[in-house]
Nanobody, 121 residues
Framework: QVQLVESGGGLVQAGGSLRLSCAAS????????LGWFRQAPGKEREFVAA????????YYADSAKGRFTISRDNAKNTVYLQMNSLKPEDTAVYYC??????????????WGQGTQVTVSS
């Protein structure tokens, strides 16, 4: 059983940056692909980015390409999401997830509780 705890969310102005972290415990971290998803009010939870077990492969939603960077530190059991050039439409609760290296929710077994990101215009 893997427990995931996100941190680093907050309020930022458009054009600003935030770095989200997700710390894992209770499992073998390096066995899992990791992903970030987000859910805005009234919308479905959507894929943002994923990273493979050793970090050699990454995949981004079109909305994140060129602005967001996913990375992981297996020694620290932590995955990160660096978000630059933030836009108001990036406002959402951001969730990290552990499972397969994939861009669909059903491929992830474990989820964090989420961290709120609010981008003001």
């Amino acid at each position: 059983q893997v427990q995931l705890v996100e941190s680093g969310g907050g309020l930022v102005q458009a054009g600003g940056s935030l770095r989200l972290s997700c710390a894992a415990s209770g499992g073998t971290f390096s066995n899992y692909g990791l992903g970030w998803f987000r859910q805005a009010p009234g919308k479905e939870r959507e894929f943002v980015a994923a990273i493979s077990w050793r970090g050699g492969y990454t995949y981004y939603a079109d909305s994140a390409k060129g602005r967001f960077t996913i990375s992981r530190d297996n020694a620290k059991n932590t995955v990160y999401l660096q978000m630059n050039s933030l836009k108001p439409e990036d406002t959402a609760v951001y969730y990290c997830a552990a499972g397969a290296y994939a861009n669909t929710r059903r491929d992830y077994e474990y989820w964090g509780q989420g961290t709120q990101v609010t981008v003001s215009s």
